[in-house]
């Protein structure tokens, strides 16, 4: 027997919208197989991952507050993959603009503000942004200059970012009344986003994510920009023949991919955390890669994929507590969600035809 | 109609082979005889099922209806190497060597692994003596010409003693007299008895070699004759369908001043095994269509880079446009002094294959600010561009604005040198523009071309079609191993001496003295 994949000869525009669909159907088909064979209930896994979490106000908070980085990152990365450039480490990027933006924070606290403080945060933002996207420059540079793969060196700039942290947390940053705890000193009101709503929970990051998410639709489908990006990731020599220059877009693709991540990490020491510690990210930085193609690299897809992956991080960790699931199985499911995306992506585009071999 | 060979037995019969794709049949009751030692040509435009037929006999696609009989007895092709097994050998169009191979390891690399390279050269010599096949074992596949390519692949096929040999398209990358020893070693194979299966649109080529033809059109069957009692006319009536028209061009000797001039271009190739173009200098003027022949891989891909600014040059002097130095400048700016450019790649280098219609105007367009409003797009106004260029230059298309790769060869170029020429550029350099594109649309493509420099324009055609550049080239020069010759007026020169110059002729008689 042989497979063989035929190219469709159209799309069905049906099927691009229920692939997604399809792709978390089987996914969470997959899922309740595996906790199946570790012994737990599908079922009542079901029901603690992607129904609980919209039974009360407070989850509801929580799943925008989780998805608020996940939509604004992947925004970044879609700009990225669109072009066919792989930046894998968002994470890292992410995690430097924390640091960066949270420095500000720690280095300001207990000062005498001048002008009452409120440059502060405006400050912290835009220098997290920047951080990340420098950090993002390096792999665009080392692509570049020297044809280095762009996805080795931004995942391995994730941990020396991760490192970076871990390292400044533990020394010049750590809080000197905190008892040793490697974390730094609260961020002062000043110096966090402002909360929208009751609870403590829902900051101002969302409205980052909800902006990024209108910016980039309005580039993608409006600009010239938006057009090069995309005709660069599906016909590179169309592209040079456009005039556009490969070299060019490649930073201005990390750089806004890495401004996106960074302004995402000091959002959430400036909003969720409220002070740095030696990890800030349960891995945004690679869930929001997952969003970006579940959300087809369109915008709005993007929107409701953060939303669908907000619901697993916050069920994972339900699930963690109430029916003992190790938060590994977060990420397995993720994962597993990612290959049946991409999967799907595959059927969308090809039919699977399975050649049977006459007995010769 | 009668041939000699009508006496002869069938080797292999094709008998109401249909295949589908999808809602498209590709051949549609397709009944096919091949006699032992016969030449037998396949014809028909792109897109008529030459390649499916041809597929399906090779094994490589499986036929949704229909048998094979070979020697009478139904055989089930369902792979390359049954299809071999069975006697049937093929010769692509694209080769499939590896470059930094010698020429007896490529042939090794199809024989059973124990065959050693000793004994290779051997046979390889014995191929030579009986066919008049000149290959040099010990040579890497790098330094050869098309021709000595496509030797080895022959080499390759005729080491499996095939009884049927087909060749796609065989000649499209040979010089005219490299096609002539083809021919010489493709009559000794039939005397043989094997058969030959030769695909060509080439109908000249057609009467020399073959004495029986089968021509396709739209997936069926629609003509057998033998080309030798036809006329390359009749015969291309058969495939179209229609009658063709002549073009319409006066003679003509601009002697206006040069738009588009090259002076002393050098550049070297970017990869190992790329050509550099070396001392490159002629001028095409306004109001002449200059054509530069050459066989493929000869430098025609680095000099339209070079024209078009896709690759800049070393100095700005090396490309004028007009007059100005634009040498070093990018092509968005040489559109902008009026150049205008159709490379040959038209899915993925002209075009975007996913992108639609009224998106890959933008590709070029956006240089001359027609159709954007700054850094934003006017979509309205690409949108009503591309339906003037469908509407004008009569692009067939299904839906209101398809995606590129959806279109025919012949419409999705038309479309392409529409977009180029609805401009009216001062400077038009096109590679390869009628390049599996259909009779019908080559014909138009030409006859635009022409117009397009009759207003003043300096067209400038790369091509490796000799038929084309004699049918609308005022002037003629030939690249080879990435050196232009000096130009000469088309009607002063013959087939021969291009063909000459094509092989590299010129070089070779200046160094033996």
């Known amino acids: 027997m042989r497979i063989e994949l035929e190219r469709r000869t159209a799309q069905s525009p049906v099927i691009e919208f229920l692939a997604p669909l399809l792709a978390i159907a089987a996914a969470v088909l997959i899922g309740g197989a595996l906790l199946s064979a570790i012994g737990k209930s599908p079922e009542q896994a079901f029901f603690v991952y992607f129904v609980e979490p919209f039974s009360d106000a407070w989850s509801l908070q929580e799943l925008a507050v989780k998805a608020s980085p996940l939509i604004l990152i992947a925004s970044g990365l879609a700009f990225c993959y669109r072009a066919n450039l792989w930046n894998i480490g968002a994470e890292g990027q992410f995690v430097i603009g924390g640091l960066v933006g949270g420095t500000i924070a720690v280095v300001t606290y207990g000062m005498d503000h001048a002008l009452g403080g409120y440059w502060i945060l405006p400050a912290m933002l835009i220098a997290g942004t920047l951080a990340g996207m420098l950090y993002a420059m390096i792999p665009a540079f080392l692509r570049v200059k020297v044809g280095a793969s762009e996805i080795l060196t931004s995942l391995m700039l994730v941990y020396i970012a991760e490192i970076t942290l871990d390292y400044f947390v533990r020394g010049r940053l750590r809080d000197p009344k905190g008892f040793n705890f490697p974390q730094s000193v609260p961020f002062e009101d000043i110096a966090r986003l402002p909360f929208l709503a009751e609870g403590e929970r829902l900051h101002a990051g969302i409205l980052f994510a909800l902006a990024a998410v209108f910016l980039a639709s309005f580039i993608f489908r409006r600009t010239l920009f938006g057009f090069d990006v995309k005709l660069v990731g599906s016909a590179p020599k169309a592209a040079r023949f456009a005039g556009f220059s490969e070299g060019r877009l490649t930073f201005a693709v990390f750089a806004i991919s890495g401004a996106a991540a960074g302004l995402a990490g000091v959002c959430e020491v400036a909003g969720q955390i409220g002070q740095l510690q030696p990890v800030i990210s349960p891995g945004y930085g690679f869930s929001a890669i997952i969003v970006a193609f579940l959300g087809r690299l369109q915008p709005w897809g993007i929107l409701c994929a953060g939303l669908v992956l907000s619901l697993t991080i916050i069920g994972g960790e339900s699930a963690q507590i109430a029916m003992k699931v190790p938060l590994d199985m977060t990420r397995v499911f993720q994962g597993t969600l990612l290959m049946c995306v991409l999967a799907m992506d595959v059927f969308t585009r090809y039919r699977l035809r399975l050649i049977w071999r006459r007995s010769a | ?513």
Request: glycine share 8%.
């Open chain 2, 1 to 513: 109609m009668n041939s000699p060979t009508d006496g002869k037995p069938v080797l292999v019969s094709m008998r109401g082979i249909v295949k589908r794709f999808g809602v498209f049949t590709a051949n549609d009751h397709i009944d096919l005889d091949i006699r032992a030692g016969e030449a037998h040509a396949l014809l028909g435009e792109n897109g008529a099922g030459k390649s499916t037929l041809v597929k399906i006999l090779y094994g490589l696609l499986e036929p949704t209806s229909g048998r094979i009989e070979l020697n009478g007895v139904p055989v089930s092709l369902e792979s390359p190497e049954a299809a071999r097994a069975a006697g049937i050998g093929m010769v692509f169009q694209h080769f499939s060597l590896f470059e930094n191979l010698t020429v007896a390891e490529n042939i090794a690399l199809v024989l059973p692994a124990d065959e050693k390279l000793e004994s290779v050269a051997a046979r390889i010599e014995d191929l030579t003596a009986r066919y008049g096949l000149k290959l040099e074992p010990y040579r890497p596949v790098w330094t050869l010409s098309a021709g000595e390519r496509q030797r080895i692949e022959i080499a390759r096929c005729l080491l499996q003693d095939p009884k049927l040999i087909v060749l796609d398209e065989p000649t499209s990358v040979l010089t005219p007299q490299e096609a002539d020893a083809l021919f010489s070693t493709l009559n000794l194979l039939r005397v043989e008895g094997r058969a030959i299966l030769y695909i060509s649109h080439k109908l000249d080529e057609v009467r020399r070699l073959c004495e029986r033809a089968t021509v396709l059109r739209g997936g069926k069957v629609v003509a057998t004759c033998n080309p030798r009692e036809e006329s390359v006319r009749s015969m291309a009536a058969m495939m179209v369908g229609t009658h063709l028209v002549d073009l319409r061009a006066k003679p003509n000797e601009a002697d206006g001043p040069a738009r588009l001039s090259v002076d002393g271009l050098s550049l070297a190739s970017e990869d190992l095994h790329g050509v550099s173009l070396k001392d490159i200098s002629f001028a095409v003027r306004g109001g002449e269509v200059f054509g530069i022949a050459g066989i493929a891989g000869n430098g025609q891909d680095e000099l339209f880079a070079a024209l078009s600014g896709e690759r800049l040059a070393r100095r700005a002097g090396d490309v004028h446009i007009d007059g100005i130095s634009v040498g070093r400048e990018g092509i968005n700016l040489r559109r902008q002094y009026g150049a205008a450019f159709v490379p040959e790649e038209r899915n993925g280098h002209a075009a975007a294959p996913d992108f639609s219609l009224s998106e890959n105007i933008l590709l070029s367009r956006h240089a001359t600010g027609e159709v954007t409003r700054g850094l934003s797009i006017d979509a309205a106004a690409a949108k009503s561009l591309a339906r003037q260029i469908i509407e004008s230059f009569d692009v067939r298309m299904s839906g209101d604005d398809p995606a590129a790769r959806t279109l025919s060869g012949g419409n999705l170029q038309k479309f392409l040198v529409g977009r180029e020429v609805s401009r009216t550029p001062c400077v038009l350099v096109l590679n390869q523009p009628t390049w599996g594109v259909d009779a019908a649309a080559a014909a138009d493509i030409r006859q635009r071309l022409i117009d397009l420099s009759r207003q003043g324009a300096a067209v400038l055609v790369i091509s490796q079609d000799l038929d084309e550049l004699f049918e609308i080239a005022d002037r003629m020069a030939v690249i080879h191993h990435g050196e232009v010759s000096a130009a000469r007026l088309t009607r002063e020169v013959t087939r021969e001496d291009i063909g000459l110059l094509m092989a590299g002729e010129r070089k070779e008689s200046l160094h033996a003295h």
